[in-house]
């Protein structure tokens, strides 16, 4: 058994990060809060995956909520490489500036949360990315997209 999965379900977000000209939108299950004060979220990614690469060389990223209805999208952002893949345009999902940070937002997300990179703590076979929450972008009440296993997904 995969321990990790006693902990499922987890919720769905989809981090975007720009670094240069390359931008990438990815779907992660591991971001969790680290700290109230200062406000700081952790995002856990292996080296295998792009977005890992890109946010080596970045100084932000954004943490993109999700809500029903984006489930095709966050299936798109899942499967794929940013490597070989405009996900932007795979999933349909509309980027949108973000206001402190050099960094593309999921217009369709109902919360985005801006971050500035911190830190990079390796955490066995991932690295855990830490950012500093600068600002909050509230577009609309939704229930959370949570997955269950693999494609499965459950909203709360």
């Known amino acids: 058994m995969e321990l990790y999965k006693l902990l499922y379900p987890m919720r769905i977000v989809l981090i975007t990060v720009r670094k240069g000209k390359y931008e990438n939108v990815m779907a992660a299950a591991w971001c969790f809060p680290l700290s109230f004060d200062p406000p700081l979220f952790g995002v856990s990614i292996s080296p295998k995956r792009h977005t890992f690469s890109l946010l080596q060389g970045a100084k932000s990223f954004a943490i993109n909520l999700t809500a029903p209805g984006m489930d095709d999208a966050v299936l798109v952002c899942g499967r794929n490489s940013g490597k070989d893949t405009d996900k932007f345009a795979k999933s349909g999902l509309t980027k949108e500036e973000a206001k402190k940070i050099d960094c593309p937002l999921i217009k369709e997300s109902p919360l985005s949360i801006e971050c500035e990179l ?20 509230k577009r609309k009440e939704a229930k959370g997209l949570y997955q269950s296993q693999g494609g499965e997904w459950i909203t709360v």
């Open 118 to 137: 911190v830190d990079t703590i390796k955490a066995g076979d991932h690295s855990v990315f830490v950012g500093k929450a600068v600002n909050v972008i």
